[in-house]
Structures are given as C-alpha cells and as structure tokens.
C-alpha cells in the first residue's frame, strides 16, 4: 500500500463522500465446531487519486482530527456494517459482525443514540453485531466510556475486548468495561510458535491462566493473527473458543466472505447477485489491489 499525498480530515470526509471506503470482513473460526461464528469488519479506503492507504495511516488522521469526523467515520461503518447484515439475514445468514469502534467515540452519548437510531432504521436486533474496544486505550479512558458500554451491554450488544494481554490484561477490567469477550492480540499468539510441547513457555502459562480465569468468569475468548498450524495447535490445546487470522482468511471484501459462509452451509453461492446493490463494482478495485497479506500487519481500523 502506497502514500503519496498528505492524508487530512478533508481528503477522509470527501472519500467518505465518494464511497471510496469500503469494509473487509475477516471471519472468525469456532474451534469446537470449525464454523465461521462471526466476522470482524475491517475499513478499507481505495483513494481515487493515491490508491489503496494503509489503514494504520488513516485511521490516525481521523482519530486525531476531532469529534466531527470520528463521529462521521463511525456513522459510515455502521451504516455498511448494518446493510451487509440486512444482506446477510435476506439469505439466511445470521452471523454477527463485530465492528471496532474508537474509545474518543465510545465518550459520546449521542454514539448510544446513532446506534439506537440505526437498529431501527434497518429493523435489525441489536445482538445482530458486537463492538471491538482497544484494551490499552479503553482502561484509561475507563470512567468516560462505562455509560455507553453499559447502555449497550444491557441492550444485548456483544463488548469484546481488544489486542487483550498488550497493557493491563486484568480481568477485572472486564466487568467494569462490560466486556463479555476477550481478543488475544497476535503478538501474543505469534510467541506460541516457540512453545513445546513437553513444557510450557512464560507465553503458554499465561495464556493457561488467563484461559482458566476467564472460563471460570463465563468469558468468551478468542485468538487473533493466528498465521501458523504450530499456533492454530497451540491454542486448540489451550482451549480458546475460536481464532481468526492469516491461516483461516485475511480480511476479504463482501462475496468472498459470503461464498464462504455459503459453501460452508453446503449453499452454492449462485444467488447473490440479486443482493447486490448496482453502485458497487463487483471485483471492486480494492480485491483487485488487496495487498500482499503480509504487509497488512497491525493497520487495526476504527
Ligand atoms: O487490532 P485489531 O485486532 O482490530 O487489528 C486487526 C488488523 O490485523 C487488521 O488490519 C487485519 O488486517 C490484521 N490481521 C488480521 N489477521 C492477521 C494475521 O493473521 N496476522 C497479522 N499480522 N495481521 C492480521
Ligand atoms: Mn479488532
């Protein structure tokens, strides 16, 4: 991914504008029964006049260019997020979407009203998606965000912790963040590669205890960046719910994601066409120019 020009909060809102973001959705894997249990969306902006920019650098701007935006950028994910679930339920498919969302926004109130309003607007049920907050960010801004988060707990959304065991990793976080799902960053996961199987590693025997706990606690827990078998073995054995990663799929436009939730509820994906809404491109330019997974690494959206 290229950038050329500078990136500013104009350039985001007029792309915005333009429907040059798109989402990606990366399917999360259940370990127990293998099925795809959910999907997390991931932004994607194919600028018209610098190409495909790198999440990382954009998401920055945005973050740091003030309410207006980030409230704006947020609208954006939700809206696409919600019609791809109107799509999705339209064929039969229910699985939840989990969409990453900015501690700045999670201090707004009026995010628990765009949310309510949204529900409605595409008479969806609010336990249809689930919201992604950063470990790190979100404990420090703690008291500021527990309004929203408890608001949305209590309307049934699923609270998931993120890039978990980077900063605090306490649990008792959780239920002061409402959180009922932790992510385990990938740096993390990438360390289980030096695992043995005779004996645990440090990174191991954390992950045993964490895992322990948040059993014990009725905790969902999930293995993200998950790229090799000796990890996908690893946490198997640990006992995670389910991973998501390189090895099962990186984040991939709509149809891709969509043949495979078909294909794997033995559908031929023969008849989506009539789904598709004629302002898209197909094989949009963004498949097209999907970078090289590897060099898609830690560019988290929103
Ligand atoms: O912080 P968060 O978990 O939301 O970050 C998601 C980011 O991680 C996305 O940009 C996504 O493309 C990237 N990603 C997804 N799967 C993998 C993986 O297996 N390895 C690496 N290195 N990055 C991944
Ligand atoms: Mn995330």
């Not at 009203?113 to 949204?118: A, F, M």
């Not at 799902?181 to 996961?189: A, L, V």
Request: hydrophobic letters at 40%; proline letters at 4%.
């Amino acid at each position: 991914m290229k950038h050329i020009g500078a990136i500013n909060a104009e350039l985001i809102e007029e792309a915005i504008a333009n429907q040059e973001f798109l989402l990606h959705y990366q399917p999360q894997s259940c370990l127990y029964s293998g099925k795809i249990v959910g999907v997390e969306a991931l932004s994607r902006w194919n600028s018209k006049t610098q190409g495909a920019i790198e999440p990382s650098i954009f998401i920055n701007v945005i973050e740091n260019s003030g309410i207006e935006l980030i409230a704006k950028f947020h609208e954006w994910v939700i809206r696409t997020a919600f019609k791809q679930i109107v799509k999705w339920r339209e064929m039969g498919i229910y699985i939840p979407i989990d969409i990453n969302f900015s501690t700045r926004y999670l201090q707004e109130r009026e995010c628990l009203t765009l949310i309510k309003s949204l529900l409605q607007e595409y008479n969806l049920p609010p336990s249809c998606f689930g919201i992604e907050v950063t470990e790190s960010y979100s404990i420090t801004k703690m008291p500021d965000i527990q309004f929203v988060l408890q608001s949305l707990h209590e309307m049934g959304v699923k609270i998931a912790l993120d890039d978990f065991c980077t900063s605090y990793s306490s649990l008792d976080y959780l239920s002061e963040l409402s959180a009922t799902k932790i992510k385990i960053d990938k740096r993390f996961i990438h360390r289980l590669d030096a695992e043995s199987t005779q004996s645990r590693n440090s990174t191991g025997i954390i992950l045993e205890s964490i895992i322990d706990m948040a059993v014990k606690l009725g905790l969902e827990v999930v293995a993200e960046g998950v790229e090799t078998m000796k990890q996908l073995e690893q946490v198997t054995l640990l006992g995670f719910d389910a991973y998501q990663g390189y090895l099962f799929s990186p984040p991939i436009p709509w149809y891709l994601a969509t043949t495979m939730i078909l294909n794997e509820m033995n559908r031929k994906p023969n008849n989506f066409l009539n789904h598709y809404s004629s302002s898209e491109s197909f094989i949009s330019e963004s498949f097209l120019k999907l970078p090289a997974i590897t060099s898609d690494i830690c560019s988290a959206a929103a």
